[in-house]
């Protein structure tokens, strides 16, 4: 060999080597795998600590879940606790690729699955990759090199499944108790009982501020506290003339409402949604038009990390204060799994309803972004009830602010939020409500009604349908289903 080629090959040698070693000190490390089983779900956490590209897929004959992380180590004690779990015989790993990762876990039975990324919980650091199995057969077999592709960036826009938050919500019997009385919150009523034939939908109403807190005021002197009570009256007794609803108000006068005690009043009254009801302002008296909000998703972190530093709210954290769900025995990082699943299927519902109030509304008046808009407002902070705050129209605009105080452009808007929250229940009736039990037996043949252990992936493939389709034919924007709800399926697929 010349001397040239020599020093090539050590020099292509050399690189080879810091290559590798860079790789090494770029990998990311697999810290452990914990479970939990509830209702015929498991959920297994796999706990990185650090962004990781990932796949996951099943495999029959013997079935087995399969888990391949990219460029990742892992410890000897990675699975200590996962063992115990029932479902799982046996759990093994091995280095493949040179640097990456396979985690195979042998399973009792065949699973259906869904999966998805998941931040660090509050106050921890890593990532978290989350998988959900129930009983069932995920279709899938073959050599583990020839399986469909399903890899996922963490950290990005994945698959949240609330399955067990919501599981825990169908099945419990939720019976609405009047608050105590106070001079400044509105005095609740029993919801109907529709005859033994499933309970009312609660929804709460919120005109925005009151007594001492006037809001904003137009240019002829229109107060918003004024112009969101009657509104919010209009729409009340749209809801309290519908079957299967029933509706409670935050304020029926010109008292102050704290904002946290807003929300909390929607809790005592265990509600399905909470709408707050404003009027905008702006410094331009040109800007008009309507618009509508969800939390946000920084909001839900920053509320998430609120209530697992109260200690005294994790006994009522899910499903209201006789909490459907109790997690005063739960450990911190569980609070927060099951905290950060609540609030993302919270949000995912309150943005499906919040596109069609959008739709009504836009129907007869100007709409200011047309879209749902999100914000951290306070008032929308509810981890367990979809909530929405709608800015009806701008008082600091002159021809607004004179429609905003006529009884017929007010009845409209009550007509429009009253029809969207509607329209959303429709296509979402909670279980064990009159809505639910009067659609039981109304499901068409290009209908499919959401079972428990149901999945969204899950249904498109025994539809012979894509999930996209789906979420289109539905208006879903996450891969979030809730059981009872009614789908429809796409054709032409």
């Not at 909530?387 to 017929?408: A, D, I, Q």
């Not at 149901?454 to 924007?477: F, M, P, R, T, Y």
Request: overall charge neutral.
């Amino acid at each position: 060999m010349s001397k040239s080629r020599w020093w090539l090959a050590c020099l292509l040698m050399m690189g080879c080597l810091l290559l590798q070693a860079f790789s090494s000190a770029q990998a990311m490390q697999l810290s452990g795998i914990r479970t939990w089983s509830h209702d015929g779900t498991t959920r297994a956490v796999f706990d990185v600590d650090g962004d990781v590209d990932y796949q996951v897929f099943t495999l029959k004959d013997p079935a087995r879940l399969v888990l391949d992380f990219k460029n990742t180590t892992t410890t000897p004690d990675i699975a200590d606790s996962a063992k115990q779990e029932a479902l799982f015989k046996n759990i093994r790993w091995a280095t493949r690729n040179g640097n990456d990762l396979r985690v195979v876990i042998d399973l009792a039975h065949p699973v259906a699955y869904s999966q998805f990324p998941l931040g660090a919980a509050p106050g921890k650091q890593g990532s978290r990759v989350v998988v959900d199995m129930q009983a069932g057969d995920s279709g899938e077999n073959g050599d583990p090199e020839a399986q469909p592709k399903q890899v996922a960036k963490q950290g990005a826009a994945g698959d949240p499944i609330a399955d067990i938050i919501k599981q825990q919500q169908a099945n419990a019997e939720r019976q609405s108790q009047a608050p105590p009385e106070s001079p400044n919150v509105a005095v609740a009523v029993s919801p109907k009982a529709n005859q033994g034939r499933g309970r009312d939908i609660v929804v709460i109403i919120d005109p925005g501020h009151g007594g001492k807190d006037p809001g904003t005021h137009g240019p002829g002197g229109t107060l918003e506290k004024t112009v969101v009570l009657q509104i919010g009256k209009r729409v009340k007794s749209l809801f309290d003339n519908a079957r299967g609803f029933v509706a409670r108000m935050t304020r029926d006068d010109d008292t102050f409402v704290p904002l946290r005690g807003r929300t909390e009043i929607a809790r005592k009254d265990h509600a399905d949604f909470f709408v707050s009801v404003h009027a905008d302002a702006a410094g331009s008296s040109s800007a008009r038009g309507s618009s509508v909000y969800a939390l946000s998703q920084h909001g839900a972190t920053s509320e998430t990390a609120r209530w697992l530093a109260q200690k005294e709210n994790n006994s009522d954290l899910i499903g209201g204060v006789e909490g459907d769900l109790d997690l005063s025995d739960k450990d911190e990082m569980l609070r927060g799994v099951l905290l950060d699943l609540s609030m993302t299927a919270t949000i995912n519902a309150s943005l499906s309803a919040g596109r069609q109030l959008i739709d009504h509304l836009g129907r007869f008046n100007r709409l200011h972004t047309g879209r749902v808009d999100q914000a951290g407002f306070v008032v929308l902070k509810s981890p367990d009830i979809p909530s929405l705050l709608v800015e009806t129209g701008y008082l600091s605009n002159p021809t607004e602010e004179r429609l905003l105080k006529s009884p017929s452009h007010q009845q409209q808007i009550a007509q429009a939020i009253f029809a969207g929250v509607t329209s959303y229940f429709r296509q979402h009736p909670p279980p064990g409500t009159y809505l639910a039990n009067q659609q039981g037996a109304k499901v068409g043949s290009n209908q499919y009604r959401v079972r428990p252990g149901d999945s969204l992936s899950l249904i498109a493939q025994h539809q012979g349908v894509s999930i996209e389709a789906l979420k289109k034919a539905n208006n879903l924007a996450l891969d979030v289903v809730q059981t009872g709800q009614v789908l429809t399926i796409p054709k032409g697929q």
